[in-house]
């Protein structure tokens, strides 16, 4: 079983839908969790980063952390076709200065 | 203020030939991470460095890997001896010394090729 499960998509929806990304995790000892966005042969870029439990909310972004499910969620509102790309979840443990778990990555097609 | 820098974008190299992938962290960081992602997967930690010490070598490859970070100069990720199976695309991120309120950010990635 992987750290980090992620659904690898692909996921389409229409330009303004609501999105919905999501990743579960068997590690309880993870406490950092960030999300971030890698377009087509590019660098992963961090779009939300949170410690422990609880909601982020940046702009059109959410971001939800579970611990008792070990559930994480981000949520993309007015969605626009620039928002195309693979969206990684991550997770590191005892400090965000350790190695990141990454989830497999969803690819997200948003069609004008 | 210039985010990682990773050089070359691209490097070809033939089998048994050595790779060298350079990295500068962002001003400011003096923490290195290299992680790799091979065709149609996810990202795996290879190695994570402060100046002159390699504090979680965890995820390297036992043999013909290496990497340092001297006190001076960029990263450096060494692949001696490549095979096929080396081509992905090798990422750097770094982070600042404060590690509660902050984390990693991704250079754009060094794509290897090997013929």
């Known amino acids: 079983q992987k750290e980090v499960e992620q659904d690898p998509g692909p996921l389409s929806v229409p330009e303004g839908a609501i999105v919905s990304l999501n990743c579960t995790y068997s590690n309880s000892a993870f406490q950092y969790f960030m999300w971030y966005r890698q377009y087509s042969r590019k660098g992963p870029e961090l779009l939300m980063y949170t410690y422990s439990s609880g909601n982020k909310e940046d702009g059109r972004f959410t971001a939800q952390v579970d611990k008792s499910s070990k559930y994480i969620s981000l949520f993309i509102r007015d969605s626009q076709p620039s928002d195309s790309a693979t969206y990684l979840c991550a997770m590191s443990g005892y400090s965000s200065a350790s190695k990141i778990i990454f989830g497999s990555g969803t690819r997200l097609s948003i069609r004008p | 203020n210039a985010g990682v820098m990773q050089n070359p974008r691209h490097l070809v190299r033939r089998r048994g030939q050595e790779a060298r992938l350079r990295c500068s962290p962002m001003k400011g960081h003096s923490h290195v991470y290299w992680y790799r992602q091979l065709p149609e997967e996810g990202l795996k930690f290879m190695v994570y460095l402060q100046k002159e010490n390699i504090i979680d070598e965890s995820g390297m490859p036992k043999e013909r890997f290496s990497a340092e970070f001297p006190k001076e100069g960029p990263s450096i990720l060494r692949i001696q001896q490549v095979v096929r199976g080396d081509s992905a695309a090798y990422f750097c991120?770094?982070?600042?010394?404060?590690?509660?309120?902050?984390?990693?950010?991704f250079g754009p990635g060094t794509r290897l090729t090997v013929l």
């Open positions: 991120a770094s982070s600042p010394p404060w590690t509660d309120t902050d984390t990693q950010y």
